[in-house]
């Protein structure tokens, strides 16, 4: 697919993130200091609440787009996300319907620069789940901590394997984030000791958000659980790979994981994704039938990861890597995780696990890339790291790349700061 032309001049530069054929979902603060949602088009923000207020566009036959977040238009399904892309695209394509277009005074109401306007979370998170499905972050960190031989545990070619974690502390993109405190017990200590992690982490991950839920008992198949899906975000899961040591046997991370979550500020639709789907990689061992996907699931995503120590200039790109790496799609993901009858609900959020490639820069933790800490990296300006350091900005990009545009999702940043004494 080719860009689609807008009369929004700076929707048609292939450097831009969000041209016509993105019209990713989100939530700004307007001058008024109120919560809208919003789409991004070029440089600029479209108020639709403001345009559903107007008359110009309607999803349902009450008000979706009058709240500070968007679980009520996700919740209206698949027909009426559809919908509402056709008639944006008509309003915003160059020879379109001119309403907004040809209207100076509601596109001073309904239309804001995009630079310095600040997003809020797009949606309420109803409950959040991270998965362990990248094969090669699984193999390196199995194998860091267990040997190679063993570095799957046998269910990990059947089943995507994932833990419940915490919806109250995702955050949206340019939070800070706080270095937790916790119990730790280092290698040689006799009993463990309280105090602040040490060896804080991220993880590159992609986030589906769903939009529509099944009933409690309800099973979903893959093909209904990729409709459910509404969209992507970048996802980071900070851990605390210290805390987690100690913690995690038997029942897996708590609050190695619980203290901060990091997405970016706009949802992309998957209908925005579709040229670039892709399938996942060849099964090792098949799978049963009900994980078996109908076509391809996954997409062809870049992705990329940067550091900014504290005072730096400039921001050192620590690893590139692709969405396609992943073992398990999230349609999988949302399909196993109902498959027992679990209810999901519109604004659950899934979060991919890892995603880290073959080769060394494209380790999608610093646990990998710094092989726990044992081989620390340089960053241009001269520091090195093995872990994260108080000061130290993290930042997400990912893209999907088209004939002469790209689709974004705005950057998924975030601060570490020093951890509360106690």
């Known amino acids: 697919m080719a860009l689609m032309k807008s009369w929004v001049e ?18 700004f603060m307007t001058a008024d200091d109120e919560a ?9 923000i479209l108020d639709l609440a403001v345009l559903e207020d107007d008359g110009v566009i309607s999803v349902t036959d009450e008000p979706v787009f009058d709240l500070p977040f968007l679980n009520e238009f996700m919740d209206a399904g698949k027909p009426a996300w559809d919908a509402l892309r056709a008639r944006l695209m008509d309003l915003l394509s160059e020879g379109g319907d001119d309403t907004l277009r040809g209207d100076a005074e509601l596109q001073s109401i309904a ?3 995009r630079v310095g306007a600040e997003m809020a979370m797009p949606f309420v998170v109803a409950e959040y789940t991270d998965f362990y499905a990248g094969r090669h972050h ?43 405190n916790g119990q730790l017990k280092g290698p040689g200590d006799e009993v463990p000791r309280f105090g ?13 958000v769903v939009g529509t839920g099944n009933a409690m008992g309800q099973p979903v ?19 605390a790979r210290d805390i987690q040591a100690w913690e995690y046997q038997p029942l897996g991370p708590f609050q190695a994981k619980a203290f901060g979550t990091s997405i970016s500020p706009w949802v992309v639709t998957k209908a925005a994704l579709e040229p670039f789907r892709t399938s996942t990689p060849a099964r090792e061992e098949p799978l049963l039938p009900h994980l078996q996907e109908p076509g391809p699931m996954l997409y062809d995503i870049d992705l990329a990861v940067t550091m900014r120590p504290e005072g730096a200039k400039t921001e050192t790109v620590i690893t590139r890597t692709n969405y396609n790496q992943m073992y398990y799609s999230s349609a999988q993901q949302l399909c196993h995780h109902a498959s027992s009858g679990c209810a999901m609900n519109s604004g659950d959020l899934l979060g991919s696990g890892t995603i880290s490639g073959p080769e060394k820069h494209e380790r ?18 001269g520091e090195t790291r093995s872990f994260l350091e108080d000061g130290d900005t993290m930042t997400l990009k990912g893209a999907a790349k088209g004939e002469g545009y790209q689709i974004g999702f705005g950057d998924c940043v975030g601060k570490i700061l020093p951890a509360v004494k106690v």
């Open 364 to 381: 999608g933790s610093l646990l990998e890339i710094s092989w726990g800490g044992k081989e620390p990296f340089t960053l241009d300006s």
């Open 36 to 44: 809208h949602c919003c789409v991004a088009i070029g440089d600029m």
């Open 10 to 27: 700076s929707a048609n530069s292939a450097d831009t993130e969000f041209p016509l054929n993105n019209l990713p979902y989100g939530v």
């Open 221 to 239: 198949s893959v093909a209904e659980a990729d409709d459910m899906i509404f969209g992507y975000v970048l996802l980071n899961d900070w851990s």
């Open 138 to 180: 699984a193999t390196n960190v199995g194998t860091m901590f267990r040997g190679a031989e063993n570095a799957l545990p046998p269910n990990w070619l059947h089943i995507p394997i994932g833990y419940n974690g915490r919806a109250s502390t995702v955050v949206v993109s340019g939070t800070d984030i706080i270095r937790p």
């Open 111 to 113: 239309m804001a620069p």
């Open 196 to 208: 602040p992690c040490a060896r804080l982490d991220i993880e590159l991950e992609m986030g589906a």
